[in-house]
Each structure stands twice: as structure tokens, then as C-alpha cells.
T-cell receptor, first 109, second 110 residues
Framework: AQRVTQPEKLLSVFKGAPVELKCNYSYSGSPELFWYVQYSRQRLQLLLR??SRESIKGFTADLNKGETSFHLKKPFAQEEDSAMYYC???????????FGTGTQLKVEL | SQTIHQWPATLVQPVGSPLSLECTVE??????LYWYRQAAGRGLQLLFYSVGIGQISSEVPQNLSASRPQDRQFILSSKKLLLSDSGFYLC?????????FGPGTRLTVT
């Protein structure tokens, strides 16, 4: 079964510091990977997907097939980036998603 | 535009009581529908998904069931709740690979 691993439950950084949220996947083929974000008192929403190769709110994520990773990065953290971040991959039919356990990002002043 | 609704927002139920959580989608037709449970430290667990009316796939064995009586309605049910059913339940829809989530229902079983 496909699996997504987010090793950090909590990541605390200072404002202006670089951020890297780790995500590793297990899949032998070509995965389709996503980052979802849940801000306080808001709905879970898509942040970005690897096939679009775009930067959203200053975040980027590059698929590294050699390391089976899809880490989320931002060069300078902002206070409003504080949220729960989930890495996910498409699984099987029905466009099902397998989520990681999530990383709570806390940006401190 | 498409919207997804869930109700109730919060629910406190005694052990052994029945459960019915409802999810409806507006502004789209024939969406894929999903029920997830979100638990601290365990992330999002897919419980059920549906690709059409009356078509339900269960992802994990459990005390819950799901039904899709109409195209844009997805219901999560239980005949007798267990303490372990407590959690935050999210409904989602998709029409491609991106999923759109509802506001969730916080269920506490006492």
C-alpha cells in the first residue's frame, strides 16, 4: 500500500527563517503528490500539487524521485504560515488520497 | 460555484446511541465523495468513498457505515456508537484529483 510519511509532528521556526516540512512517500510508479493546509478555524484546503510546479504563498515543493521525497519549502517564514500541513498522494481508483500524519508549523515572532 | 456543507458542526452522543452525519454538495454533479476521520497524531484517515449513487467503498473495517441516497448527498451512520468513534469527521468532494473539504463535525461519544 502507498504510504506518506511526515516525520515531524511539530516544527517551530522564527519569523523570517527558512522552513522545510518533510514528506516522504512509498510508491514505485509516478506519484501525484499534494500539500494541503489547514489554518486555525478554517477548512482543509489544497496548497499546491507537484504537477503544477508553481509557488503558492511563497511555498514550493519539488518531487525528488531518487529520495522519494516531496518536501515543502519557504525561504522566509511569516506568522500567517502557522498552520497544520498535510502531505498526500493519490491512491488507486476513485481519486482517493492517502495523507500523512501532518506537521504543525508554528512561526514565532 | 461549488460549496460543501456538513451538519451538525458539533455533536455529543452517549455510547450505544445511533449516529447520522450529513454532507451535501452544491454546484456540481456526479462528484466523488469521501468521508475522513481526523485524529490528533494520526492525520486524516479515509473511511469511505463513493463514485456514484448507491456506490460505497469502505476503506477500513469499523463501526460506521456510509450511504449516498442522492447524487450530492453523503451520509455517515452508526447503529451503536463506541467511545472510539469520537473524532473530527470531514466530508470532501472531488471532480478530478483535487479534493475540497467541508467544515467538519466534531463528534464526542460519552
Amino acid at each position: 500500500a502507498q504510504r506518506v510519511t511526515q516525520p515531524e509532528k511539530l516544527l517551530s521556526v522564527f519569523k523570517g527563517a527558512p522552513v522545510e516540512l518533510k514528506c516522504n512517500y512509498s510508491y514505485s510508479g509516478s506519484p501525484e503528490l499534494f500539500w494541503y493546509v489547514q489554518y486555525s478555524r478554517q477548512r482543509l484546503q489544497l496548497l499546491l500539487r507537484h504537477i503544477s510546479r508553481e509557488s503558492i504563498k511563497g511555498f514550493t515543493a519539488d518531487l525528488n524521485k531518487g529520495e522519494t521525497s516531496f518536501h515543502l519549502k519557504k525561504p522566509f517564514a511569516q506568522e500567517e504560515d502557522s498552520a497544520m500541513y498535510y502531505c498526500a498522494t493519490l491512491t488507486g481508483g476513485g481519486n482517493k488520497l492517502t495523507f500523512g500524519t501532518g506537521t504543525q508549523l508554528k512561526v514565532e515572532l | 460555484s461549488q460549496t460543501i456543507h456538513q451538519w451538525p458542526a458539533t455533536l455529543v452522543q452517549p455510547v450505544g446511541s445511533p449516529l447520522s452525519l450529513e454532507c451535501t454538495v452544491e454546484g456540481t454533479s456526479n462528484p466523488n465523495l469521501y468521508w475522513y476521520r481526523q485524529a490528533a497524531g494520526r492525520g486524516l484517515q479515509l473511511l469511505f468513498y463513493s463514485v456514484g449513487i448507491g456506490q460505497i467503498s469502505s476503506e477500513v473495517p469499523q463501526n460506521l457505515s456510509a450511504s449516498r441516497p442522492q447524487d450530492r448527498q453523503f451520509i455517515l451512520s452508526s447503529k451503536k456508537l463506541l467511545l472510539s468513534d469520537s473524532g473530527f469527521y470531514l466530508c470532501a468532494w472531488s471532480w478530478g484529483s483535487e479534493q475540497y473539504f467541508g467544515p467538519g463535525t466534531r463528534l464526542t461519544v460519552t
